[in-house]
């Protein structure tokens, strides 16, 4: 039982399971596809496209095969990434194919250590290691790794790295540190712009920590800043000459916005007119050019919206479900199927977020202070989805903070319920020696 224990709650045993879960399904996967004509395993949509143009010498450009010049679609560190092995490999092999997908298993599988880390650091040890131990064998986390040729791992990984950073830096006042911390975060809005969403709120609350401490604050708040800043800049100021200043992260907003507010949107979004999918709308984008195309459709979606608030309504509802749930369809909908699978996975894609709101108030009971980093990630991270379109891929990079508050909830549950079982209840205080 010793051994059991010492198995259950070491970091080490919890990220090499994660890691042999993954690999086991990466090695079903593989072997499950049919090798494609050609022998060229393409990876669809942008993330693909701009990397065989980085491979092919062509630059960070084209996102939909076809040449259509510079682009800033997406932030540039995966795209280089898959572009690396590409370059190693072959573009488009199945030896690249299948090596990214593996650097992929890493990230996912060293999120868990990650989670833990940080559970154990916020609510102790116990919760640190039921958190860890979900994230290693919840469904999304290792089907989406596998699955997708995306930053969607490496998104879960660096945010969760960069929110443990907002907390660990707390017992630190040394310049190093502060530089480190703003690298930090600038190297994941670099992975994944929507991280951006979550960055004031984690700079505010670790600056007033800062502050109860030191009278330096301002100067190490300063620090971080400005190498975030820094750190982001050959970007930045890459996307402001090439795009003559219309671009500083990421061009797509408009189209992404109008994909899911437009005359043709049945509930969330309408994915078949994405220029991936459609050739009608591609030949416009590579006609018209991808500034212009996305500025011509950010400008029908906002009159969409406006023109159509009781759709805005239903559709921000239908994408307020699906961000949460990971459905489509309602409860009692999948349920009737009567597939083992599918009420299962079910089960796991309601009880996750029930049980990370419970850990929100858990967390807010133990430190309304503490807990304010945790509620900006849950709160402000799915906005921008919720406006535009969603899917359970988009969530995914705040899945680990969301096991380490589903987590601490089912710890704190079942401690309460142990209190309550355990403790004789008043009446039975009452009762006088030998009575029935």
Same mark, same amino acid.
């Given at each position: 039982m010793r051994r059991w224990q010492k198995f #259950?709650?070491? !970091?080490?045993?919890? $990220?090499?399971?994660?890691?042999?879960?993954?690999? #086991?399904?990466?090695v079903s996967f593989v072997h499950s596809q049919p090798p494609p004509a050609g022998n060229l395993y393409k990876v669809r949509h942008e993330t693909g496209s701009i990397a065989a143009s980085l491979a092919q010498g062509h630059g960070y450009s084209s996102p939909l095969i076809d040449p259509s010049g510079p682009t800033a679609w997406i932030t540039p560190v995966y795209p280089y990434m898959l572009a690396a092995s590409f370059k190693l490999f072959g573009t488009f092999s199945l030896t690249a194919d299948t090596a990214m997908r593996f650097v992929n298993v890493l990230f996912s599988a060293f999120t868990s250590y990650a989670v833990f880390v940080l559970g154990r650091l916020l609510f102790? @040890?116990?919760?640190? #290691?039921?958190?860890?131990?979900? /994230? &290693? %064998?919840?469904p999304y986390a290792v089907f %989406? !790794?596998?699955?997708? *040729? /995306?930053?969607?791992? *490496?998104s879960a990984l660096v945010l969760s790295a960069a929110l443990w950073a907002t907390y660990a830096i707390d017992n630190r006042s040394d310049r190093s540190a502060w530089c480190g911390f703003g690298v930090l975060w600038g190297f994941a809005a670099l992975v994944n712009a929507a991280i951006l969403s979550v960055l004031p709120g984690c700079f505010l609350f670790a600056a007033y920590r800062a502050r109860q401490r030191t009278d330096s604050w301002w100067k190490l708040a300063s620090m971080s800043a400005l190498t975030f800043a820094l750190t982001v800049s050959p970007w930045v100021i890459r996307? @402001?000459?090439?795009?003559?200043? =219309?671009v500083a992260f990421r061009s797509n907003f408009g189209l992404e916005l109008w994909l899911g507010n437009n005359p043709q949107v049945p509930d969330s979004w309408s994915w078949w007119l994405h220029p991936s999918d459609n050739q009608e709308e591609r030949e416009k984008f590579l006609r018209m050019g991808e500034i212009p195309y996305m500025q011509e459709k950010q400008r029908e979606a906002w009159a969409f919206i406006k023109s159509h608030p009781s759709d805005e309504a239903r559709f921000f509802f239908h994408r307020f479900f699906e961000t949460w749930t990971g459905n489509k369809e309602t409860f009692a909908d999948l /349920?009737?199927?009567?597939? %083992? *699978?599918?009420?299962?996975n079910l089960i796991v894609n309601y009880a996750l977020p029930l049980l990370t709101f419970a850990g929100l108030l858990f967390a807010r009971r133990s430190s309304a202070l503490l807990s304010l980093p945790l509620l900006n990630v849950i709160v402000m991270f799915p $906005? $921008?989805?919720?406006? +535009?379109?969603?899917?359970?891929?988009?969530?995914?990079p705040i899945d680990? $903070?969301? +096991?380490? *508050? &589903?987590?601490?909830?089912?710890? +704190?549950?079942?401690? =309460?319920?142990? @209190?309550? %079982?355990?403790? !004789?209840? !008043? &009446?039975? =205080?009452? =009762?006088?020696a030998g009575a029935d």
């Open positions: #259950i709650s070491s !970091p080490a045993a919890i $990220v090499s399971v994660a890691l042999l879960v993954r690999l #086991i399904y990466l102790g @040890e116990v919760s640190g #290691i039921v958190a860890g131990w979900l /994230w &290693a %064998f919840l %989406f !790794p596998v699955a997708w *040729l /995306w930053d969607t791992s *490496l996307n @402001e000459i090439v795009f003559h200043g =219309q /349920w009737s199927s009567g597939v %083992f *699978l599918i009420r299962a $906005v $921008v989805y919720y406006i +535009c379109h969603t899917t359970a891929r988009y969530r995914h680990p $903070v969301m +096991c380490l *508050l &589903a987590g601490h909830a089912s710890v +704190c549950i079942v401690r =309460q319920v142990r @209190e309550r %079982f355990s403790d !004789p209840s !008043p &009446a039975m =205080q009452r =009762q006088p």
